[in-house]
Nanobody, 127 residues
Framework: QVQLVESGGGLVQAGGSLRLSCAISGRTFSSYAMGWFRQAPGKEREFVGAINWSGDSTSYADSVKGRFTISRDNAKNTVDLQMNSLKPEDTAVYYC????????????????????WGQGTQVTVSS
C-alpha cells in the first residue's frame, strides 16, 4: 500500500506563487511515476502534469506549461509542484497520484492509469 499526503496549499493573489509537496510512504518510491491533477468546483478532475520515477522526464497540460514545474526527490520520497504566475482559473483542489512504472515512463493524463491518490490540498487564487 502507498500513502500520499499533499501539503502547501493556500490562498494567493493572482500572479503569485505556491509550492505544493506530496510525501509518499509505504512502497519503493523510485518505482512510481507521479502525477498532479486538480479539480475545480463543478468540474471534472483534470491533468496538470507528471514526472517519471527517475525525474528526468516530465509532461504538462497546455494550461500550465511554462508556469508550473514538477520535481521529485527520491531520497526524501517527495514530489513537488512549483506553481508560478498563478491565475484565478488555477483555483482547485490539487491531488498527487502515483503510477507504478518500472519502465520509467511518464504517465499520461488518464487518471485511471494511476494506482494511488492523495487526499488533496486546496489552492485558491484571488483576482
Amino acid at each position: 500500500q502507498v500513502q500520499l499526503v499533499e501539503s502547501g496549499g493556500g490562498l494567493v493573489q493572482a500572479g503569485g506563487s505556491l509550492r505544493l509537496s506530496c510525501a509518499i510512504s509505504g512502497r519503493t518510491f523510485s518505482s512510481y511515476a507521479m502525477g498532479w491533477f486538480r479539480q475545480a468546483p463543478g468540474k471534472e478532475r483534470e491533468f496538470v502534469g507528471a514526472i517519471n520515477w527517475s525525474g528526468d522526464s516530465t509532461s504538462y497540460a497546455d494550461s500550465v506549461k511554462g508556469r508550473f514545474t514538477i520535481s521529485r526527490d527520491n531520497a526524501k520520497n517527495t514530489v513537488d509542484l512549483q506553481m508560478n504566475s498563478l491565475k484565478p482559473e488555477d483555483t482547485a483542489v490539487y491531488y498527487c497520484a502515483a503510477d507504478y512504472s518500472p519502465a520509467n515512463l511518464v504517465p499520461g493524463a488518464n487518471q485511471y492509469e494511476y494506482d494511488y491518490w492523495g487526499q488533496g490540498t486546496q489552492v485558491t487564487v484571488s483576482s
